[in-house]
């Protein structure tokens, strides 16, 4: 079997993933999702000659490459290819407000959020949910970009910064916390690993930015929430984050769709490359 892997170079993720499937007897081909064709009655589909799309990255662009690269995602999965994730989930996830909507839409409790376009809407936004808040980008992941605000000040500086460069401000309560999240890994409608995060001298729990972790396994109701939030993504394959709020209460932050496992594998012992080739090339192809 052969399985494109869109990504936008040759990283850690994409060469464990080739490691995974040739032990498995398959091939992982890298391919430069900015590099994909596609054509209208002739045959110009860069992707024609694979059996399945492993969705690894989606790379900054312009508005009409993004769409782009959705529509050839939406295509391939017209004519039968399997694609992980399925477009729609990865269209889903990667713009925090729609997700956030789905996830309150299926009865799931998320942070308190205002989502607006200009600098005094985000101030009443900034006062409205107490004056502690976390500004995050509306498309995202591994913390990047995030700022957390408590100063009304730098609040206004911060919000007509981004009104000026025309981004959506996305406006979230802060959850006081015990300084760590979980992340579920979901493959298949269920929990294949999942670690605790701990935050390092601050409040962002992410690997990436610094953060720590160790491997535990979740309880039958955290299990039941990641499957919920990913079935409401729409996503077979997911890292779920849960956060505990300050009356034992639990917060779905996110939904990602092309989660990683780098902190993760070696912290659970598994080998997570393996089980997603596996479940691509099998489970995922018969459904």
């Known amino acids: 079997m052969r399985i494109a892997v869109l990504s936008a170079g040759s990283g850690w993720h994409v060469r464990d993933l080739q490691r995974a499937a040739a032990s498995l007897g398959h091939q992982a081909v890298a391919v430069d999702f900015r590099r994909v064709t596609a054509g ?3 045959a110009a589909d860069s992707l ?3 059996d399945a799309v492993l969705v ?5 662009g312009s508005l009409e490459q993004v769409v782009f690269r959705m529509d050839v995602l939406h295509r391939l999965q017209a004519r039968g290819v399997a694609v992980l994730n399925p477009p729609a989930a990865v269209e889903t996830c990667v713009d925090k407000y729609l997700a956030g909507a789905r996830l309150e839409a299926a009865g799931l409790r998320v942070p308190p959020t205002v989502v607006c376009q200009h600098a005094d809407a985000a101030l009443e936004a900034f006062t409205a949910l107490g004056g502690d808040v976390v500004v995050k980008p509306l498309f995202g992941s591994e913390g990047r970009g995030m700022v957390r ?3 009304p000040e730098t609040a206004w500086r ?3 910064t981004l009104e000026r460069l025309q981004s959506v401000l996305y406006v979230q309560q802060f959850i006081r916390h015990s300084g760590w999240d979980l992340r579920l890994f979901v493959l298949g409608g269920r ?7 701990h935050a390092r001298g601050g409040w962002r729990t992410n690997v990436a930015q610094g953060g ?6 979740p309880t039958v109701g955290q299990q039941e929430l990641a499957l919920r939030a990913a079935a409401a993504a729409g996503a077979p394959l997911a890292g779920v984050d849960l956060l505990p709020g300050p009356a034992g209460e639990w917060y779905v932050l996110e939904v990602n769709a092309v989660p990683g496992w780098r902190a993760l594998a070696p912290v659970v012992g598994v080998d ?3 089980a997603v080739i596996g479940f691509l090339a099998g489970d995922y192809r018969t459904r």
């Open 48 to 50: 024609a000659h694979f």
């Open 158 to 160: 911060v919000f007509r």
């Open 40 to 42: 209208l009655a002739v």
């Open 212 to 217: 720590t972790a160790e491997a535990v396994w």
């Open 272 to 274: 997570v490359a393996a």
């Open 149 to 151: 605000l408590t100063d």
């Open 191 to 197: 929990v294949l690993a999942a670690m605790r995060r």
């Open 56 to 60: 690894r990255t989606m790379p900054p």
